[in-house]
């Protein structure tokens, strides 16, 4: 299940300062408060090394017969073994690497779009980002009938809404796991269910989920997932994994000298090797977190590294459960309109991503007065115009958007409270 439990907030202990000195900018600025993490988070040292050591010392192609060649293709091997540890993937070959989950998304869609016929329907949600929503509407000129799994009033999907809107003819639904503007979680693993009964597939953006909390596809139960790196403390990069006996049957573009195989013929041209290996570097961050959070007794024998990235999204999970409980106590006290989840007691249906305005004041006034107090959050339509339609929200002037991870603290939050009260008080 996606909903993981959540200890009481008060129970979480998490070393939070230790792992903040692990990321430079934390320590360059520490004055700043980073809550725009939603549009990438920081990056820690090791992943810096990785990609300064990859420029330095194997910045070549790969395929070649000389060691820094070889090197590149051991760097690449690795890092699709990280990424499998990671979402917990069958096999190595299911993963790609690339640009950017935008493109994946388009690079599925181009290929389903050959094989749609009479299984034309496709299902999306107006919570999701744009990208996974304008990619599938470019179908309607392959024959595609777009099909609409809607929000209810309080700003949130319903599993149940969408059984009658599947049948013989859906082909695919594709939704989020975690929206990248409200927070707000989806059951994915009962979509999947819903969906593989009539026969259709299932295309998930991880992107706003991965940073806080465990990725599993297979008890996901989903045909494919695309993420991007920048959102798990990694570089600007993409990964895509979808089922290896889906990904050899796909269409897709490529060169006749690459082989019609995953992961080859996903990954069209070069992508930046460097990136890849600060990807890796990510990983084994997260590794390194969730081996410093077993116990003393787990810690005397060596665990797999899937374990040690269960124990760190399972904490992670846990400490941002309390990051989520003081966001919504800080707006709730400025009297903000929260969208999304805004109970206390519903902690399990969301990460901390807040998106809110304030009555009669204008979301840039906000962004701004938090600038200039040291605060960095967002404000505007967060590249979901349809969202911010059904919101009620001016696609000029959009919506706040405060995203935190686990480097951030209580006291920070405490900060954001402050400032938010001051805008309040001086209107």
Same mark, same amino acid.
């Given at each position: 299940?996606?909903?993981?439990?959540?200890?009481?907030?008060?129970?979480?202990?998490?070393a939070? +300062?230790?792992?903040? =000195?692990?990321?430079?900018?934390?320590?360059?600025?520490?004055?700043?408060?980073?809550f725009?993490?939603g549009a990438?988070?920081?990056?820690?040292?090791?992943?810096?090394?990785? *990609?300064?050591?990859?420029? @330095?010392?194997?910045?070549?192609?790969?395929?070649?017969r000389?060691?820094?060649?070889?090197e /590149?293709?051991?760097?690449?091997?690795?890092?699709?073994?990280s990424?499998?540890?990671?979402?917990?993937?069958?096999d190595?070959?299911?993963?790609?690497? #690339?640009?950017?989950a935008?493109?994946?998304?388009?690079?599925?869609?181009?290929?389903i779009?050959?094989t749609?016929?009479?299984?034309?329907?496709?299902?999306?949600?107006?919570?999701?980002?744009?990208?996974?929503?304008?990619?599938? @509407?470019?179908?309607?000129?392959?024959?595609a009938? *777009? /099909?609409?799994?809607?929000?209810?009033?309080d700003?949130?999907?319903?599993?149940?809404? %969408?059984?009658?809107?599947?049948?013989?003819k859906t082909?695919?639904?594709?939704?989020?796991?975690? =929206? &990248?503007?409200?927070? =707000?979680i989806?059951?994915?693993?009962?979509?999947? $269910? %819903?969906? &593989?009964?009539?026969?259709?597939?299932?295309? %998930?953006?991880?992107?706003?989920?991965?940073? &806080?909390a @465990? *990725?599993?596809?297979?008890?996901?139960?989903? +045909?494919?997932?695309?993420?991007?790196?920048?959102?798990?403390f990694?570089p600007?990069?993409?990964?895509?994994? #979808?089922?290896?006996? %889906?990904?050899?049957?796909?269409?897709t573009?490529?060169?006749?000298?690459?082989p019609?195989a995953?992961p080859?013929?996903?990954?069209?041209?070069?992508?930046?090797?460097?990136?890849?290996?600060?990807?890796?570097?990510? *990983?084994?961050?997260?590794?390194t977190?969730?081996?410093?959070?077993?116990?003393?007794?787990?810690?005397?024998?060596?665990? =797999?590294r899937r374990?040690?990235?269960?124990?760190?999204?399972?904490?992670?999970?846990?400490?941002?459960?309390?990051l989520?409980?003081?966001?919504?106590?800080?707006?709730?006290?400025?009297?903000?309109?929260?969208?999304?989840?805004?109970?206390?007691?519903?902690l399990?249906?969301?990460?901390?991503?807040?998106?809110?305005?304030?009555?009669?004041?204008?979301?840039?006034?906000v962004?701004?007065t938090?600038?200039?107090?040291?605060?960095?959050?967002?404000?505007?339509?967060?590249?979901?115009?349809?969202?911010? $339609?059904?919101?009620?929200?001016?696609?000029?002037?959009?919506?706040?958007?405060?995203?935190?991870?686990?480097?951030?603290?209580?006291?920070?939050?405490?900060?954001?409270?402050?400032?938010?009260g001051?805008?309040?008080? #001086?209107?």
């Amino acid at each position: 299940m996606v909903k993981q439990q959540l200890v009481a907030p008060q129970a979480v202990n998490f070393a939070c +300062d230790r792992f903040r =000195s692990l990321f430079p900018a934390l320590t360059e600025e520490p004055g700043f408060i980073f809550f725009d993490n939603g549009a990438g988070a920081q990056i820690p040292q090791g992943v810096f090394d990785a *990609i300064n050591g990859h420029l @330095l010392h194997r910045n070549v192609q790969r395929g070649g017969r000389y060691a820094r060649s070889m090197e /590149v293709d051991a760097t690449i091997a690795r890092a699709r073994e990280s990424v499998a540890a990671l979402i917990n993937a069958r096999d190595c070959d299911e993963i790609a690497f #690339g640009m950017n989950a935008t493109s994946f998304l388009r690079l599925l869609s181009l290929a389903i779009g050959r094989t749609l016929e009479t299984r034309n329907e496709i299902v999306v949600t107006d919570l999701d980002h744009e990208a996974n929503i304008a990619t599938w @509407l470019q179908l309607e000129r392959e024959g595609a009938r *777009i /099909v609409w799994w809607n929000m209810r009033e309080d700003n949130n999907l319903h599993v149940e809404d %969408l059984a009658p809107l599947l049948t013989s003819k859906t082909r695919l639904v594709a939704c989020t796991v975690a =929206s &990248h503007a409200l927070g =707000s979680i989806v059951d994915v693993a009962v979509v999947a $269910k %819903l969906a &593989h009964a009539v026969g259709a597939e299932v295309v %998930l953006d991880c992107v706003h989920y991965a940073p &806080h909390a @465990l *990725i599993d596809v297979q008890a996901f139960e989903c +045909d494919y997932l695309v993420c991007s790196g920048y959102k798990v403390f990694g570089p600007h990069m993409g990964f895509m994994w #979808g089922r290896l006996e %889906l990904l050899n049957v796909l269409q897709t573009f490529r060169e006749d000298f690459i082989p019609d195989a995953p992961p080859s013929k996903i990954e069209a041209g070069t992508f930046i090797y460097e990136n890849v290996a600060g990807m890796a570097a990510a *990983i084994t961050y997260l590794e390194t977190l969730g081996a410093g959070h077993g116990g003393e007794e787990e810690n005397t024998a060596p665990v =797999s590294r899937r374990a040690s990235l269960v124990r760190a999204m399972t904490s992670i999970r846990e400490y941002e459960a309390t990051l989520s409980f003081e966001m919504l106590e800080a707006l709730q006290a400025a009297g903000a309109i929260i969208y999304g989840v805004d109970d206390t007691a519903r902690l399990a249906e969301r990460v901390p991503t807040f998106c809110f305005t304030l009555p009669n004041i204008a979301p840039e006034l906000v962004t701004e007065t938090m600038s200039d107090r040291g605060i960095g959050i967002r404000d505007g339509h967060m590249y979901a115009p349809r969202l911010m $339609k059904r919101l009620g929200a001016s696609l000029d002037t959009g919506v706040n958007r405060a995203s935190l991870v686990h480097y951030n603290t209580v006291q920070e939050i405490h900060e954001f409270g402050k400032v938010l009260g001051d805008i309040v008080r #001086g209107r």
